[in-house]
Antibody, heavy 118, light 107 residues
Framework: EVQLLESGGGLVQPGGSLRLSCAASGFTFGSYAMTWVRQAPGKGLDWVSVISASAGTTYYADSVKGRFTISRDNSKNTLYLQMNSLRAEDTAVYYC???????????WGQGTLVTVSA | EIVMTQSPATLSVSPGERATLSCRASQSVSSNLAWLQQKPGQAPRLLIYGASTRATGIPARFSGSGSGTEFTLTISSLQSEDFAVYYC?????????FGQGTKVEIK
């Protein structure tokens, strides 16, 4: 059974940093691209970033480019999202998801809430 | 970026009835289109990928059609567990984009 467990969310002040983690199990992590998607409270889904299986390719939404960095450790079956220079508009539930690049996302984690507020 | 537009915003349907949801892309996404279901307080779940292929474990009452810029999700006979928000997503171009969602509510 595919499981994706996000952690690292919380309350942070504007301009601060946070690192999210996503622990994966139930599939061969190192064989799949991985994606981060976020959802602001009461709003729709907003794609953030994707990383290839080998970590050789990454893409970012313009809204986070230069501030967020996606990475992965295939030896630990873990995906990361380093978020710097956080803004109020980054407040959202952040979902880790399996897949993308050459196929659709097929599994989603339960999400972790990031709140950016003074 | 490709803009995904879903209609209607809200669909009121009685249990057992058919529901038809639409998704339009501002430019062609070929068949690289997914449909997702999200219930309150839950993560999204993949229903359809490749515009028309049901994901693992998805009941046959869900079907997808279309290609290019016009797509449809049909729920043939709504069950109580199907009342939710549905999103389309294109994965043909960067950045990936989602529609704004269609809420399917009980009539």
């Amino acid at each position: 059974e595919v499981q994706l467990l996000e952690s690292g969310g919380g309350l942070v002040q504007p301009g601060g940093s946070l690192r999210l983690s996503c622990a994966a199990s139930g599939f061969t992590f190192g064989s799949y691209a991985m994606t981060w998607v976020r959802q602001a409270p009461g709003k729709g889904l907003d794609w953030v970033s994707v990383i290839s299986a080998s970590a050789g390719t990454t893409y970012y939404a313009d809204s986070v480019k230069g501030r967020f960095t996606i990475s992965r450790d295939n030896s630990k079956n873990t995906l990361y999202l380093q978020m710097n220079s956080l803004r109020a508009e980054d407040t959202a539930v952040y979902y880790c998801a399996k897949g993308d690049l050459y196929s659709s996302i097929d599994y989603w984690g339960q999400g972790t809430l990031v709140t950016v507020s003074a | 970026e490709i803009v995904m537009t879903q209609s209607p915003a809200t669909l009121s349907v009685s249990p057992g009835e058919r529901a038809t949801l639409s998704c339009r892309a501002s430019q062609s996404v070929s068949s690289n289109l997914a449909w997702l279901q999200q219930k309150p307080g839950q993560a999204p779940r993949l229903l359809i990928y490749g515009a028309s292929t049901r994901a693992t474990g998805i009941p046959a009452r869900f079907s997808g059609s279309g290609s290019g810029t016009e797509f449809t999700l049909t729920i043939s006979s709504l069950q109580s567990e199907d009342f939710a928000v549905y999103y389309c997503q294109q994965y043909n171009d960067w950045p990936r984009t989602f529609g704004q969602g269609t809420k399917v509510e009980i009539k």
